[in-house]
């Protein structure tokens, strides 16, 4: 059975540093890894979606690494803003089912 | 990009009524989607996998007869919560995957939040 975990679970940073977080799964098999973000209350917005054959994704200030062999994933967001404060969910999709991690809640501080 | 619609995003309901919420694919057609349960400050956890024209898959632990899924066409999937009770408040969400390109990754409707009092 895959297993996600996200490191760290929550994380508080000043406006303007960069974020790092982190993503690891037990199954390497995979299709591909999906980020997304959740607002309180809201669905899941995709943010990046890595292929099992890429090696990283990058959409504006995001940018998402996958390491298959090892089993990880980070996502960084560079400059952070406030309106990034949200939590980040991680997801492995093996067959045709999402694994997910419990999430990173994300603050950024003005 | 591809677009989930999900209805109602609130309800309330009182304890032994059903209560039914509508999960569309906008602008992509859906073989395949997913009901998923939140708790408060936890991560998504899978109900039920909902396939067009057939039965859907039910996860460990769910109960079929108190979630029942359709999934009549390749846009739509329905979750109704039958004898709602208190316990089943939560926040459910739906996702749909597309089976071609771009939309090789899943996509998640805004969710609903049941509450039952």
């Known amino acids: 059975k895959q297993e996600v975990t996200q490191i760290p679970a929550a994380l508080s940073v000043p406006e303007g540093e960069n974020l790092v977080l982190n993503c690891s799964f037990t199954?390497?098999?995979?299709?591909?890894l999906q980020w997304f973000r959740q607002d309180p209350g809201k669905g899941l917005t995709s943010l990046l979606l890595?292929?099992?054959?890429?090696r990283e994704q990058t959409s504006g200030r995001l940018n998402a690494s996958l390491d298959k062999s090892s089993g990880r994933s980070t996502l960084y967001i560079a400059a952070s803003q406030p309106g990034d404060s949200a939590t980040y969910l991680c997801?492995?999709?093996?067959?045709?089912?999402?694994?997910f991690g419990a999430g990173t809640t994300v603050t950024v501080r003005a | 990009g591809a677009v989930v619609s999900q209805h109602p995003s609130r309800v309330i309901c009182k304890s032994g009524t059903s209560v039914k919420i509508e999960c569309r694919s906008l602008?992509?057609?859906?073989?395949?989607m997913f009901w998923y349960r939140q708790f408060p400050k936890k991560s998504l956890m899978l109900m039920a996998t909902?396939?067009?024209?057939?039965?859907?898959?039910?996860e460990q632990g769910v109960e079929k007869d108190k979630f029942l899924i359709n999934h009549a066409s390749l846009t739509l999937s329905t979750l109704t919560v039958t004898s709602a009770h208190p316990e089943d408040s939560s926040f459910y969400i739906c996702?749909?995957?597309?089976?071609?390109?771009?939309?090789?990754?899943?996509?998640f409707g805004s969710g609903t939040r049941l509450t039952v009092v």
């Open positions: 909902s396939n067009e024209g057939s039965k859907a898959t039910y």
């Open positions: 997801a492995v999709s093996g067959d045709y089912k999402l694994s």
């Open positions: 602008d992509f057609q859906a073989t395949t």
């Open positions: 890595i292929q099992s054959s890429q």
């Open positions: 199954d390497s098999a995979i299709y591909n």
């Open positions: 996702s749909a995957r597309g089976d071609s390109a771009p939309n090789y990754g899943y996509t």
